[in-house]
């Protein structure tokens, strides 16, 4: 009795220290608070910034474990003006037709002077200029349309419009120029009376782009004939979209202060200016050649060339804020045009590929048909779903005011990387039609300057290894950045309220995780009104949610500051957040599209596969814990009963083929939005007119197989047996003209380019009309 008196005893005690703040906070939270900030890694003012930039949205749900899912799926779709529609419908249709990926790579090394005029003209230069600048105010949603167009036409014209709209002088000098600078440059840049580039990747700092070396000095020198407060400018900037043309080049560099001019501060920091490309001591006109994509892309230099602080953007005083203003702008510039470029190639891919299947024929069957070439189509179509729907949702959120900077990192990664094993797989179902460059082949280019959207606006492999859960365990933590600024604050009440928070918040996790894994998650609720075939899907994705908020707790308290080390657990995690975004996105794109029935094959297969991959990422970290016992726990929390998700089976892949290879609604949303020529001599335009032909004439080839096969006919060939066929009154004449317009359209489409010995280049001056022979 004694025994459990004292036990009672203490558990009171216990009970009252923590219920009473005050008490807490001096017995406990005071002692925890010393040694979290012991823990906390260092982190540069740079990181800081990066950090704080950008708003959390969507992905804090998710990261809470606990989603709220009527959230967002009252959250509405954007719908384009009157203004926008028009646009889309007719000058951006316009320009597509004046443009193609042949003749910009291997006639002009660039645009056609007459698509440049025409792009200024109409100004794309100013789709997110404000109108009382000149500009036409066009909405996110609106600007990723218009790139995701131009993409699956012309990748030059893509890049060419998408990034004076994106992260660049436009975007800067919106959110912090001056009012005279806003009122000089904004006009002309509108009206591409200026063409702007930005120069920040250094040959030294490329991915740590926070590390530029390229420096100014404040000091006093002569301009127009008057000594003035200036700064004396050294850099060396390299791969720079528009540069090599430019009229106004926005520059990031370190700003120093030895004599005190402007203050206290010797290191100032990195700041932001705009220099006219003409003024003295620049170097800019030299092209870089990326993968043979031609978009104007190049160096440019300058060693100690004076300029006024008046160039800062946003003034002097704004000297040193410029990581900050990058990061800021980057998030919602990273959202659209890399992830709206992708998915606009990426339709090209599935609305041609899946033709090409259905015409191409090889052993009496379209290709199409086969199971082997089934896996990739698959593929293809489902990824593509997901790819527009993360697309538009995203687009979105920065029409509604957010600045996802996680989010921005999720898409550019993912909608590039899927973009690149779509047409990886859309390559393989072509064959030699892929491999053989000319003006017929609709894939070639693509194919070939994947890369480059890999590449840019941060590498894939960084963005994937310490961005997206890096920054993303921050920021969307509902928890982790309140008690990290306390810790830094040394506010002992605040870290107090958020530690005890984050206390609760891992302890509910935890049984959440546990309860859902052997219930199988069907006790959770699914969001009210949720379209009954896809409910359990958003049951699956709370209990992945709470899984990846478990582990990320655990994974942060246990490897404390080594975390940002552990790049692969990293990477990892952020594939967990990333799938539930990815699968997000797919169930509010079909709820907002009416629920169709027929896209029903899409959806399912893109719900399992992020499920399925989402799950191989816990496995991953649990398979890779460090500490073996802790992964042992984590795993009996998180899959007490084993990997219960598994990939998509192979019959919903055989349906989703079967939607890729034929003309229907279904195919018609997927690749909504691309620019469709009409004509026949266009290779998409021919392909498309080749499926329809196709489809029509399969059944004029079953009466002369079923024909052929009882012996009313006989024949050595194609040709011969429809004579016969004719002759024998088992077609009729229509059909047999149809069977003719459907084999000569198939010649066209599986006929493959071929040139002189010199490969036309003695005719490089002028678009080349090549002969083209049977893949």
Request: proline share 5%.
């Amino acid at each position: 009795m004694d025994s459990f008196a004292i036990l009672a005893a203490v558990l009171v005690a216990c009970g009252v220290v923590l219920i009473v703040a005050p008490l807490r906070r001096l017995l406990v939270s005071r002692l925890v608070l010393r040694w979290y900030r012991g823990q906390l890694p260092a982190m540069s003012q740079t990181e800081r910034e990066a950090i704080d930039a950008g708003t959390v949205w969507w992905d804090g749900d998710l990261f809470s474990g606990h989603p709220d899912w009527n959230k967002l799926l009252a959250v509405p779709r954007h719908r384009l003006t009157a203004e926008e529609q028009s646009f889309l419908d007719n000058e951006t249709e316009q320009l597509c037709a004046m443009v193609n990926d042949w003749e910009t790579t291997e006639i002009y090394q660039d645009l056609p002077p007459q698509a440049w005029q025409f792009i200024k003209d109409k100004g794309f230069l100013g789709m997110i200029i404000p109108k009382r600048y000149g500009g036409k105010e066009f909405s996110a949603t609106m600007h990723s349309e218009v790139i995701q167009k131009l993409a699956s036409r012309c990748g030059a014209a893509a890049v060419h419009v998408m990034v004076p709209n994106s992260l660049g002088p436009a975007e800067l000098l919106l959110h912090y120029g001056t009012e005279e600078q806003k009122n000089h440059y904004l006009p002309r840049l509108a009206k591409g009376l200026e063409i702007p580039c930005f120069g920040l990747t250094n040959p030294h700092a490329g991915s740590d782009a926070a590390a530029i070396p390229d420096f100014g000095v404040v000091c006093k020198g002569v301009w127009e004939g008057k000594e003035i407060l200036g700064m004396r400018v050294t850099w060396e900037k390299r791969y720079i979209t528009l540069g090599p043309i430019s009229t106004l080049l926005g520059l990031a560099i370190r700003l120093h202060d030895p004599d005190h001019l402007l203050g206290d501060k010797e290191d100032i920091g990195i700041t932001c200016a705009l220099v006219p490309s003409h003024t003295p001591g620049v170097n800019i006109g030299r092209r870089h050649n990326p993968l043979n994509a031609v978009f104007q892309n190049g160096p440019n230099w300058g060693k100690d060339v004076f300029m006024p602080l008046d160039w800062i953007i946003g003034g002097s005083k704004m000297a040193g804020q410029g990581w900050r203003m990058l990061m800021e702008c980057l998030a919602a510039g990273r959202s659209i045009s890399l992830p709206s470029s992708s998915t606009g190639y990426s339709k090209l891919a599935v609305r041609a590929t899946g033709a090409y299947a259905r015409v191409r024929s090889q052993f009496k069957t379209a290709i199409g048909k086969f199971e082997g070439i089934e896996e990739p189509l698959a593929r293809i179509g489902a990824n593509l779903y997901t790819m527009d729907a993360a697309r538009t949702m995203t687009a979105g959120a920065v029409d509604l005011g957010e600045k996802p900077s996680v989010i921005s990192a999720i898409v550019k990664y993912h909608l590039t990387e899927r973009g690149r094993a779509l047409v990886n797989d859309a390559m393989d179902i072509l064959g030699g039609k892929g491999i053989c460059l000319g003006p017929n082949n609709f894939m070639g280019r693509p194919y070939q300057q994947l890369p480059i959207a890999i590449t840019v606006e941060g590498a894939n492999i960084l963005t994937r290894n310490l961005i997206v859960f890096g920054q993303g365990a921050i920021r969307c933590h509902p928890y982790v950045l309140k008690e990290m600024r306390a810790a830094q604050d040394g506010d002992l009440a605040a870290f107090d309220a958020a530690f005890f928070g984050h206390v609760r918040h891992v302890i509910a996790n935890a049984l959440r995780s546990y309860f859902m894994a052997i219930t199988g998650s069907r006790l959770v609720s699914a969001p009210r009104g949720a379209a009954p075939q896809v409910r359990r899907y958003y049951r699956h994705l709370t209990r992945i949610s709470s899984a990846l908020a478990f582990a990320a707790d655990v994974s942060m308290l246990a490897l404390g500051g080594s975390l940002k080390r552990r790049e692969r657990i990293s990477a990892r995690l952020g594939d967990v957040l990333s799938m539930l975004y990815l699968a997000s996105a797919t169930l509010k794109r079909f709820e907002d599209e009416g629920r169709h029935e027929a896209d029903l094959p899409l959806v399912h297969w893109s719900i399992q596969d992020a499920l399925a991959r989402a799950a191989d990422a816990l496995h991953g970290v649990l398979a890779n814990y460090p500490m073996r016992w802790i992964g042992a726990l984590l795993r009996l929390a998180i899959f007490p009963l084993g990997r219960r998700f598994a990939p998509p089976p192979d019959a919903l892949g055989h349906e989703v083929a079967r939607l890729l290879i034929a003309p229907s609604a279904v195919r018609d949303r997927l690749c909504a939005g691309i620019y469709l020529p009409e004509a026949e001599s266009d290779p998409l335009g021919c392909l498309e007119a080749a499926l329809d032909a196709a489809i029509r004439a399969e059944a004029v080839e079953a009466k002369i197989r079923a024909a052929q096969k009882s012996g009313t006919i006989s024949g050595r060939g194609a040709e011969e047996l429809a004579q016969g066929a004719l002759a024998a009154k088992v077609i009729s004449g229509e059909e047999l003209s149809l069977l003719k317009r459907a084999a000569q359209l198939r010649d066209e489409v599986i006929r493959v380019d071929h040139f002189p010995q010199d490969l036309g280049r003695a005719e490089a001056s002028r678009p080349a009309q090549p002969q083209r022979a049977a893949a």
